[in-house]
């Protein structure tokens, strides 16, 4: 017997209704979205979720893995920062517990190959990890290049809701063209972003591992640059390494940010493809669905 599939979050409803209304992308939430509009699986808020069984769950928090495998289902879980919350926890009480967190889980779905070696540390073994980077859906970056209204000046985006995300130094930058952010503190919807990210002369991005951050902080805002064939300039990532390209410069210092943005250079124009559909097929493929 085929067994139901149930995406689970805290807040399902709230973040559903942002996704439809525009104002969050449907990558957000790791298929969810995209599985739902198939008929292949059901949101559900965390707090209705205790009469779930003998079903496959998907959840990105590791501390509701155990209740769900009692209950006999077949659990996935969205792995969004192991590596965080392993360096913040550095006892062995600590790092035994969450061995046995992890270990509960059936299937732990890393974004990146950076985080196998802090879950392999405690024990994890890899067979249980499957490697998916969460790349973006492209349709309205397409959207929005279709759309071509609008002048702008010529500017660089900085974009991010992760608690990583750091805007407060480009302020003070003397460049001859400006930053524009957006975030927490001047949010606008999805699809309006995608309108500024096509016309931008390129995306800035500072990331500091600040704690409740994840893993892959700016991650996605990244590959929706390259996918739009915008240069990107990045402080260091541990997670860089994993998806190299030819239009991500990554600077070490504020003055050296600074000069890379007055140089005047023709940036690199690479056609990426760090599109949603790898992510989803993948997904797929684990959750037996058309395999």
């Not at 198939?38 to 501390?63: F, H, L, T």
């Not at 192991?82 to 974004?111: A, G, Q, T």
Request: charge should be positive.
């Amino acid at each position: 017997m085929k067994k139901k599939i149930y995406y689970v979050f805290d807040d399902a409803a709230k973040v559903m209704e942002m996704i439809e209304k525009g104002q969050l992308a449907n990558y957000y939430v790791y298929g969810a979205w995209h599985l739902q509009k198939s008929g292949d699986a059901e949101i559900i808020d965390y707090k209705d979720s205790k009469k779930i069984k003998d079903s496959q769950v998907i959840i990105n928090v590791p501390k509701y893995a155990p209740e769900f495998k009692i209950r006999g289902n077949r659990d996935i879980l969205i792995n969004l920062n192991s590596n965080h919350i392993l360096e913040r926890n550095p006892s062995w009480l600590m790092k035994f517990l969450l061995r046995k967190i992890y270990n509960s889980c059936d299937v732990i779905m890393c974004l990146a190959e950076s985080q196998l070696p802090a879950l392999k540390k405690i024990g994890i073994k890899k067979s249980k990890c499957v490697v998916n980077p969460l790349f973006v859906d492209t349709r309205d970056i397409e959207l929005a290049n279709a759309r071509k209204f609008g002048v702008y000046h010529p500017f660089y985006l900085s974009s991010g809701f992760d608690v990583g995300r750091t805007f407060s130094n480009f302020y003070s930058f003397n460049t001859t063209i400006p930053i524009v952010t957006f975030g927490r503190h001047n949010a606008v919807p999805y699809i309006r972003y995608c309108d500024f990210l096509v016309k931008c002369c390129g995306v800035v991005l500072e990331v500091h591992n600040a704690g409740g951050s994840s893993d892959l902080s700016g991650s996605t805002t990244v590959f929706e640059a390259l996918c739009a064939k915008k240069p990107v300039f990045i402080n260091p990532q541990p997670w860089l390494k994993d998806f190299p390209s030819k239009n991500i410069y990554i600077y070490n210092s504020q003055e050296e940010l600074e000069r890379l943005l007055n140089s005047g250079i023709s940036w690199s124009e690479e056609k990426a493809d760090f599109t949603f559909g790898q992510f989803l097929t993948k997904l797929k493929k684990v959750l037996k669905i058309n395999f």
